[in-house]
């Protein structure tokens, strides 16, 4: 496995600007995530795939944030009209089918994108 | 609903004793625990994970964990620590693969 991979590793962008982030789950991993973490604080759940499929959002995507997994492979995550408060690390993970030996409840974590609003 | 508290937020340890990271949980479901270290500038790295079985759970790094459900707790030992284990670790439950809940974490700092 390579690993989940994540684009750009750091985003510095003024307020008001849209930023975009891709992520490439561990191939064959059918289920993909996003969270976000601020400084001092753990990862919060914001979104979750399974294949091409949004099938949950929680309620900290707001309306500026959109994500999109076209093909059931790559993600994007878009935030729109950035503001200060979005200054977070976007982290993607990803996990396995379900199997009856819960290798389907593994989550693994890229290394995240830092995205700064000044 | 499903939360972590993870009760220490920092944790100053002196190279090769023993540490305890403590994580307690809450859950209306069955539940999966997992810990994640993250050094600085990283994302998480998974160092173990709780889904059925044995209530004594071993990782990577040396660290183990054991399943308390009596007590709903998941706390985290290294019998003798390295000054590389200085990083941030992170509880958290999983009610099922869809999404986890973290602690807040906890900054485990060693001493030379």
């Known amino acids: 496995d390579t690993g989940v991979s994540q684009n750009p590793r750091h985003k510095i962008t003024k307020r008001g600007q849209n930023v975009t982030f891709r992520c490439d789950p561990i191939?064959?991993?059918?289920?993909l995530y996003w969270y976000r973490q601020t400084l001092g604080q753990g990862p919060e759940f914001l979104t979750y795939?399974?294949?091409?499929?949004?099938?949950?959002k929680s309620r900290l995507l707001s309306d500026r944030f959109s994500a999109e997994r076209p093909k059931g492979s790559f993600s994007t995550l878009e935030i729109q009209r950035t503001e200060q408060g979005d200054s977070a690390m976007y982290l993607c993970?990803?996990?396995?089918?379900?199997?009856?030996?819960?290798?389907?409840?593994?989550?693994?974590f890229g290394e995240g994108s830092w995205l700064t609003v000044v | 609903a499903q939360s972590v508290t993870q009760l220490d937020s920092q944790v100053p340890v002196f190279e090769e004793a023993p540490v305890e990271l403590r994580c307690n949980y809450s859950?209306?479901?069955?539940?999966?625990l997992f810990w994640y270290v993250q050094y600085p500038n990283q994302g998480l790295q998974l160092l173990l994970k709780?889904?059925?079985?044995?209530?004594l759970v071993k990782g990577i790094n040396g660290f183990e964990a054991e399943f308390n459900k009596s007590q709903t707790s998941f706390h985290l030992r290294k019998p003798s620590v390295h000054i590389s284990d200085t990083a941030e670790y992170f509880c958290?439950?999983?009610?099922?693969?869809?999404?986890?809940?973290f602690g807040s974490g906890t900054q485990l700092t060693v001493l030379p």
């Open positions: 993970a990803s996990s396995p089918r379900a199997t009856l030996t819960g290798s389907g409840n593994t989550i693994y």
């Open positions: 191939s064959e991993h059918n289920r």
């Open positions: 795939f399974q294949n091409e499929a949004q099938l949950e």
């Open positions: 859950s209306s479901v069955s539940v999966y």
């Open positions: 709780y889904l059925s079985g044995s209530t």
């Open positions: 958290a439950v999983g009610g099922s693969a869809r999404q986890l809940t």
